[in-house]
């Protein structure tokens, strides 16, 4: 069973940034991995993927702020944030595709003056 650890949120002005990481315990072939976000209120939503050769997609809200990258060697993933808008508070989580795990705990990122 694979087990995701989120970590690297909190509270930053609009404009600031962020570096979230996601340690994956469990397997070392995970196909894809993924961010997901959940805002108060709403669904969980994809924010960005990499896949195992290292290609990657970012939903339109955060395409050219938000970069995930992936360190095969650690098992971890990392979503470096920037030009962080108050749209964009919410838990972030990450998991993996196309198989899905148990969700982690996740980590709050609260964008806010």
């Known amino acids: 069973q694979v087990q995701f650890v989120e970590s690297g949120g909190g509270l930053v002005q609009p404009g600031g940034s962020l570096r979230l990481s996601c340690v994956a315990s469990?397997?070392?072939n995970l196909w894809r991995m993924e961010w997901y976000r959940q805002p108060p209120g709403n669904q969980r939503e994809?924010?960005?993927?990499?896949?195992?050769?290292?290609?990657?997609f970012y939903a339109d809200s955060v395409k050219g702020r938000f970069t995930i990258t992936r360190d095969y060697g650690k098992n971890t993933a990392y979503l470096e944030m920037n030009s962080l808008q108050p749209e964009d508070t919410a838990v972030y989580f990450c998991n993996s595709s196309p198989t899905k795990y148990r969700w982690g705990q996740g980590t709050q990122v609260t964008v806010s003056s």
């Open positions: 469990g397997s070392t």
């Open positions: 994809l924010v960005a993927t990499i896949t195992r050769d290292g290609a990657t």
